[in-house]
């Protein structure tokens, strides 16, 4: 790949290293290596449990009956927090096919697309798009939420989530304010936003339920 976030270095792994020390994965290369040296089997069973069941419930507040598209699903955790009858139709879209090879439980109605999000070029709309602790690894973590405005169903919505540190300077929390800042200014409308902090450590997230301006609304 050409070039990296302003103010970064490339490492020999493909990361992008931060003044701050934080390192970012832009990469096809970099993800599937920690994919399959097992480096995210133990997310469904990890501090993030919490945020998972709240972006659920969020999820599961578009109606009985809804499609999901997961934006950098990984290897489909989220789907053990949901409801899956309630699911008509899961598409996950992963940069990592040894994420989405690990997918669980494969059902004939859903999709696995292995594609950088940049180059996916969507064929059908979905009622509920789920960012999920994907967006700052985009050179632009705006430019997704641009890109799938037009694909949402009548009354559709985002779910952000986005892990936050304690340095104010550090680049999630610069992307979480650019995210924060275009949700504002392009008239998004926020149907809902919390803060998750674990009280026995820093960790914190950001998760935001919206709506595009004109976007999706029932006629
Ligand atoms: C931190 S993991 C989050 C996985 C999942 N959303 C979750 O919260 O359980 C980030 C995921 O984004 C994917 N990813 C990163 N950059 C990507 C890109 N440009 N296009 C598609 N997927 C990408 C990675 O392969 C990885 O699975």
């Known amino acids: 790949m050409v070039?990296?976030?302003e103010g970064s270095l490339l490492r020999?792994?493909?990361c992008f290293l931060f003044a701050d020390m934080?390192?970012?994965?832009?990469d096809r290369a970099a993800w599937e290596n920690e994919y399959q040296a097992g480096k995210w089997e133990n997310l469904a069973n990890s501090p993030d449990f919490a945020r998972y069941k709240v972006v659920a419930g969020w999820i599961h507040s578009f109606g009985p009956s809804l499609s999901l598209l997961d934006v950098g699903c990984g290897h489909g955790v989220m789907l053990q927090h949901l409801h899956l009858e309630r699911i008509n139709h899961f598409t996950g879209l992963d940069i990592a096919e040894s994420a989405l090879n690990a997918i669980q439980p494969k059902r004939e109605?859903?999709?696995?697309?292995?594609s950088p999000i940049e180059e996916f070029k969507p064929s059908r709309k979905w009622d509920v798009i789920l960012f999920n602790e994907v967006l700052y690894y985009m050179h632009d973590p705006v430019s997704p939420l641009r890109q799938f405005e037009k694909s949402l169903s009548p009354n559709g919505f985002f779910v952000i989530s986005m892990h936050k540190k304690n340095n104010p300077l550090a680049f999630n929390n610069k992307c979480l304010r650019k995210v924060r800042r275009f949700v504002r200014e392009a008239g998004y409308e926020m149907l809902d936003g919390v803060e998750i902090r674990r009280l026995a450590s820093p960790t914190a997230w950001e998760l935001l339920k919206v709506r595009p301006r004109n976007g999706a609304r029932q006629p």
């Open 109 to 114: 109605q859903d999709s696995y697309v292995c």
């Open 22 to 26: 934080s390192l970012v994965k832009q």
């Open 3 to 5: 070039g990296g976030p």
């Open 12 to 14: 020999p792994d493909n």
